[in-house]
C-alpha cells in the first residue's frame, strides 16, 4: 500500500522541482536551465528617459544611449547663399541646455549663438539676438547641415517686416 502512494505521489513531488529562474533569452541573466520563470530577469540598455534609444525595461546602463544632438556635434566651415552678402565664417555646432537642444555659435558670422530644438535629422529655431529677429529650420544629410531663414529687424514677423532670407551651408572641418 505505501508504494501505491508513493506511486501517486511522486509525479507531484517531481513537478515541483521545476528549476526556477529567468527564462527570457534577452534577459542579462537569462537561465538556459530554468524551467520556470520567477520573474528575476534582469535587461540591460538605456536608462536615460532622454536618450534617443530609451529602453523602459532596462534597469542597468550599459552605456548605448544614443542622443539626437550628437550628430550635430562639430566645428564648421559655413557658406552663406543670401540676399545679402555674410562672409563665409566658422561654426561651432554643440550641445544645448537638453537633450533636444543644439547650440550653433557665430550664427550669421556676427559672433551670436543660436539655440535650435531638435526632431531627428531635423530642427527649428526662433529668436531675437542683438536686435534681430531670426525664424528657421535646418536638417543634416552626410554629416552637412543645411539652414534656411529669416531676418527681421525689427521682428514683427511677418507683419510689416522687411526680412532678409538666407540659406547657409555647415560643412564639417
Not at 529567468?22 to 530577469?41: L, M
Not at 534609444?53 to 556635434?73: E, I, L, M, P, R
Not at 540676399?83 to 563665409?88: E, L, V
Request: with cysteine; charged share 20%; net charge negative.
Amino acid at each position: 500500500m505505501k508504494t501505491i502512494y508513493l506511486l501517486l505521489l511522486s509525479p507531484l513531488l517531481l513537478a515541483g522541482c521545476a528549476k526556477k529562474g529567468c527564462t527570457d533569452s534577452n534577459a542579462s541573466n537569462h537561465n538556459v536551465e530554468a524551467q520556470k520563470n520567477d520573474g528575476s530577469c534582469e535587461y540591460l540598455g538605456c536608462t536615460d528617459m532622454e536618450a534617443d534609444n530609451y529602453n523602459s525595461f532596462a534597469k542597468t546602463d550599459n552605456g548605448s544611449c544614443t542622443y539626437s544632438w550628437q550628430k550635430y556635434v562639430s566645428t564648421y566651415n559655413v557658406k552663406g547663399f543670401c540676399d545679402y552678402a555674410p562672409d563665409d565664417h566658422v561654426s561651432v555646432v554643440s550641445k544645448g541646455p537638453t537633450s533636444k537642444d543644439i547650440v550653433i555659435s557665430n550664427f550669421d558670422n556676427r559672433g551670436l549663438d543660436m539655440r535650435a530644438t531638435i526632431a531627428g535629422n531635423e530642427f527649428t529655431f526662433s529668436d531675437i539676438l542683438d536686435g534681430v529677429g531670426y525664424i528657421g529650420s535646418g536638417y543634416i544629410v552626410d554629416g552637412i547641415i543645411t539652414i534656411n531663414y529669416s531676418a527681421c529687424e525689427d521682428y514683427n514677423y511677418p507683419d510689416e517686416c522687411d526680412e532678409s532670407t538666407c540659406q547657409l551651408k555647415y560643412t564639417p572641418q
